[in-house]
């Protein structure tokens, strides 16, 4: 049994309990939040055994086997340093940390301390992306051309979105996502990109399109709007035919389409807790095995992925103070 301990008592802090309570082979064993109450609450709803009142009294619980950090990404740097310095593994949530800068010094902590880091990029984990490629090499349709893919939600009344200084925008918080759907169906370098971006009042990315060339000739175009309720599918388009995702972060089925809408195979993937369990059962396997990094999610995504972000939000002008000065400068309008 490998026993996990949760920073943060939020939304997502409890969807994670769930599922670790439904794990036959992990178990959420503790809770740390800012507020010793918060944490007993947290603790009694999700039979959790135990609650403490500050991060830094979890990280020094000797029984703990996982830190899991479900706080907002602005907060990351510092809880995930404490945690390697405190010789925990740990999974961060999405965005990893604010900038490249930030990821970079992270791994390099952990890989220096002989700690496990991973980014809990929970499509990267599940079962569906072994399955997608696998239609994909088989040729069902054709050979890709071009993947589109959008995700939309209104979460514009969230202070974590809407202030810079948080990290707040569409692209850390969404499209993340996006960028992570291209790179897992699309193995060929990024030739040439264009984007363009809509700001909020305070200045952060509210919605955005991200279009990228790939070597190969592939097209790949991507939206993201933290202002709008969207369809959140993903198309894989080819020469035969088209591989539909109905949900961009969680599929519960893949549908191999021809012209005019006829499906002409419908996938469902395997039942699942919430889709968060095959992250930690990534991590419990790479920790057992001794290796600083999921295969899904490896230290060298993560930082492509993040110095992505940082070349975008630079192009936008909506960095501030969450991206380091390299890449900040000529972007600004």
């Known amino acids: ?7 943060g008592a939020g939304h997502i802090a409890e969807k994670a309990a769930r599922t670790l309570r439904e794990m036959d082979n992990m178990q959420c064993l503790a809770i740390g939040s800012r507020s ?4 007993r609450d947290f603790a009694g709803r999700f039979g959790v055994e135990r609650a403490y009142g500050s991060y830094e009294a979890l990280l020094q619980d000797p029984d703990i086997g996982l830190v899991y950090l479900a706080t907002p990404h602005s907060c990351h740097f510092g809880q995930a340093r404490e945690a390697i310095l405190a010789g925990k593994p740990c999974l961060v949530e999405k965005a990893f940390m604010m900038n490249a800068v930030e990821a970079a010094s992270i791994i390099a902590l952990a890989r220096e301390k002989g700690v496990f880091m991973a ?24 050979k890709p051309v071009m993947l589109t893919a959008s995700l ?17 925008g569409a ?19 990024i030739q040439d990109i264009s984007t363009s971006c809509i700001r909020a009042r305070s200045g952060v990315d509210a919605s955005e399109v991200i279009t990228f060339i790939h070597e190969d000739g592939t097209l790949s175009s991507v939206q993201a709007s933290g202002f709008s309720q969207g369809a959140n599918e993903g198309v894989i388009a080819g020469t035969e035919g088209y591989l539909v995702f109905d949900d961009l972060i969680n599929p519960q089925t893949l549908r191999i389409c021809r012209k005019r809408h006829i499906v002409e195979k419908e996938i469902p993937v395997p039942r699942q807790i919430t889709g968060f369990e095959y992250q930690f059962q990534a991590c419990a396997d790479a920790i057992r095995e001794g290796l600083p990094e999921p295969a899904g999610m490896p230290h060298a995504e993560i930082l492509y992925i993040m110095h992505l972000m940082d070349r975008l939000r630079s192009e936008w002008g909506v960095c ?14």
Request: glycine share 10%; proline share 7%; net charge positive.
């Open 171 to 189: 692209l850390l918080d969404l499209g993340v996502y996006l960028l992570n759907f291209v790179r897992m169906y699309c193995d060929s370098p």
């Open 320 to 333: 501030g103070e969450t991206c380091p000065p390299s890449a900040t400068g000529s972007g600004r309008r």
């Open 36 to 39: 010793l109450e918060k944490a």
């Open 119 to 142: 980014e809990a990029m929970w499509p990267r984990y599940m079962p569906v992306r072994s399955m997608a490629r696998e239609i994909l090499a088989s040729g069902a349709i054709g």
């Open 152 to 168: 939309a939600y209104n979460v514009s009344d969230k202070e974590r979105v809407l202030r810079p200084e948080l990290g707040g």
């Open 1 to 7: 049994m490998m026993n996990v301990g949760i920073i």
